[in-house]
């Protein structure tokens, strides 16, 4: 499974809003009905952070302003109104299949 | 609170090993799959290797297969990957994650540990 993010880069303003889409070469809806899409947030030289996960649940302590959505091979996350602490880079990857793939990365800045 | 904690990495140079350890603690160790997922300087993600939660099944990117061993002490709640036949490219922090509790896909993570494959 292959998964492309678009854009590669988001130039951002705080308080506007940001959107990443990421497009699946196959279906990700797994043998039990779920889809494991999530997407994942790096800031420069800290670990992944988990942020949504089955397409459109935010993880614990995760603020409201992030949102996932999409079914099947067309997912997307957006963030309503961008703050400083939203810098990084974004990933998207499928636990559908448990040989994990992860999109390429979207760096979003201010 | 959930902690995962690599350990084992440094500087080797090519065509030797080394093992990489991740204590957990904060879960149920032995009812978790866990895997390993490695991050080259300035590049992606890249999946490593998975092992179920009791052992039964270990499936291996196709980078390192042949090269790398996954395994589990579910008496002491680590998990380890024994590398192998190391290269240049196998440079990167290699992190430990794992589910959730009723959810697939790194709920979870390590801080990581550094590998440096250099002659």
């Known amino acids: 499974i292959v998964l492309t993010q678009t854009p590669l880069s988001s130039p951002v303003t705080l308080g506007q809003p940001a959107s990443i889409s990421c497009k699946s070469t196959?279906?990700?809806?797994?043998?039990?009905?779920?889809?494991?899409l999530n997407w994942l947030h790096q800031r420069p030289g800290q670990p992944p952070r988990l942020l949504i996960y089955?397409?459109?649940n935010r993880f614990s302590g995760v603020p409201d302003r992030f949102s996932g959505s999409g079914a099947g091979t067309d997912f997307t996350l957006k963030i309503s109104r961008v703050e400083a602490e939203d810098v990084g880079v974004y990933y998207c990857?499928?636990?559908?299949?448990?040989?994990?793939?992860f999109g390429q990365g979207t760096k979003v800045e201010i | 609170q959930v902690q995962l904690v690599e350990s084992g990495g440094g500087v080797v140079q090519p065509g030797e090993s080394l093992r990489l350890s991740c204590a957990a603690s904060?879960?149920?160790?032995?009812?978790?799959?866990m895997h390993w997922v490695r991050q080259a300087p300035g590049k992606g993600l890249e999946w490593v290797a998975v092992?179920?939660?009791?052992?039964?099944?270990?499936f291996y990117a196709d980078s390192v297969r042949g090269r790398f061993t996954i395994s589990r002490d579910n008496s002491k709640d680590t998990l380890y990957l024994q590398m192998n036949s190391l290269r240049a490219e196998d440079t990167a922090v290699y992190y430990c994650?794992?589910?959730?509790?009723?959810?697939?896909?790194?709920?979870?993570w390590g801080q990581g540990t550094l590998v440096t494959i250099s002659s």
């Open positions: 904060g879960i149920t160790f032995n009812t978790y799959t």
């Open positions: 196959q279906s990700l809806v797994h043998s039990d009905g779920n889809t494991y």
């Open positions: 990857m499928q636990a559908t299949q448990p040989t994990w793939t």
């Open positions: 994650t794992t589910d959730g509790s009723d959810f697939y896909g790194g709920a979870y």
């Open positions: 092992i179920w939660f009791d052992g039964s099944a270990k």
């Open positions: 089955k397409i459109s």
